[in-house]
């Protein structure tokens, strides 16, 4: 016991109050610099804290503006695609129109080839390039001309409705994106920190290398936007020249009409005349013929009557000339008797050359009867063809176009 007392380290008074001392002023250094680091924290905190608000303060009104100029451009977008789309219908009603005209330029085109080719089954001298072939050759032009500018112009309705599709097509893909980025933005603007939903990511805090800067962002849809007003504007334009076009062809086609049968109405009036002259000359011919024949008839029976008077004349002359010796006297009897034999030879030759004349005549007037009959029926046929085919076929013009 003694030795372990002996052994016991001993400190002085002093050193105890020293030791003490040194461990209440390491304690206050640590203390005040644990209050210093306190407060440092605190204000840390609280400088984090109000910088963490306002930088998410400033984020949610940057999401705001976002959320808004994206409302902004889909709006836009959204409108511009009903105005194109209002477009292609107005575009495509045009275009409706256009083949709706060029359909109903084949009947007049058939009526009017159809003319020609009836009227090649005129016969002889009616055969003629008249003013009615002329004005009909000219309708199938002016048809076929029309017919030609009508599919032209839907050839170019056609490619600009392509086009209208085609950037509509670009306008609903934009519209597409842009709801998909609206409906992210509104709901990381909806986001708070008390959300289920978060979670910590890694590698996002990153600017994605294949992003667009907002200047190029608003160009894409502001260039969607200008590239489909420049179509709508050229659709407009175009429904505008096709409406001047579907005038223009109308009046053209009609004007021609009317022109042709202008020309059918002079043709047929000029053909009938010439049909009912030919038949007033054709009966004065037959009158004719058949006073000729009374007259040929007429002229035989004077040159069958001087049979009789020369057979007596003659027959006198044979007795005369079997008288005797002296009695064969050149008395005026003798005389008279072979001057009456000379006169009605005479006669009768006279009368047989006027029968020829006569009967010569008679052929040129059978010849001219036939010629007229000809010609009458030539007449006919081409009156028939005109009136009775061409114009009662082109009487359907004006039916169907009313």
């Given at each position: ?18 030791s003490?001392?040194?461990?209440y ?70 275009k ?24 090649e ?54 519209l ?36 667009y ?34 005038d223009?062809?109308?009046q ?8 042709v ?23 004065k ?6 006073e ?10 004077a ?14 002359l ?11 006297v ?21 009368m ?22 000809e ?13 009775q ?14």
């Open positions: 016991m003694a030795q372990i007392m002996q052994s016991a380290l001993r400190y002085h008074p002093g050193e105890w109050k020293h003490n001392q040194v461990h002023n390491s304690a206050e250094r640590e203390r005040a610099n644990a209050e210093r680091l306190r407060a440092e924290t605190e204000r840390m905190c609280k400088a984090v804290d109000a910088q963490t608000n306002h930088t998410r303060s400033d984020v949610e009104n940057k999401f705001s503006a976002r959320v808004r100029d994206i409302a902004f451009w889909k709006e836009e977008l959204q409108r511009k695609i009903e105005e194109n789309s209002a477009e292609t219908d107005l575009l495509c009603e045009a409706a129109r256009l083949e709706e005209a060029l359909r109903s330029t084949n009947f007049p085109h058939e009526v009017a080839t159809s003319c020609l080719s009836y009227r089954g005129r016969m002889g001298i009616d055969l003629v390039h008249d003013d009615v072939e002329i004005q009909l050759r000219k309708e199938v032009e002016v048809i076929e001309g029309v017919q030609g500018m009508l599919q032209g112009s839907i050839d170019q309705c056609v490619e600009q409705i392509r086009l209208l599709k085609s950037v509509n097509y670009q306008l609903k893909k934009d597409k994106d842009k709801f998909g980025a609206l409906n992210l933005d509104s709901t990381c603007l909806q986001l708070n920190t008390t959300s289920e939903q978060l979670q910590y990511h890694k590698d996002v805090a990153v600017i994605p290398p294949n992003s800067t907002p200047e190029q962002w608003e160009e894409y849809s502001n260039a969607n936007i200008l590239k489909s007003e420049q179509h709508q504007n050229a659709s407009a334009t175009l429904r505008g020249v096709v409406a001047g076009i579907l223009q062809a109308a053209d086609i009609l004007l021609q009409r009317q022109t049968d202008r020309a059918f109405e002079k043709r047929i009036e000029e053909m009938q005349r010439a049909h009912d002259s030919l038949i007033s000359h054709l009966e011919v037959k009158q004719e013929i058949s000729m024949e009374r007259n040929i008839e007429s002229l035989k029976a040159i069958e009557d001087k049979i009789g008077p020369m057979k007596l004349a003659q027959t006198r044979d007795i005369r000339s079997r008288r005797p010796r002296q009695e064969l050149r008395d005026p009897v003798q005389y008279k008797l072979v001057g009456e034999v000379a006169q009605i030879s005479d006669n009768v030759q006279q047989q050359a006027l029968l020829a004349v006569n009967e010569n005549s008679l052929k040129g007037l059978l010849r001219n009867q036939l010629a007229l009959e010609d009458i029926n030539v007449k006919a046929n081409s009156l028939f063809i005109d009136v085919q061409c114009t009662k076929l082109r009487d359907q013009l004006s039916s169907s176009s009313n």
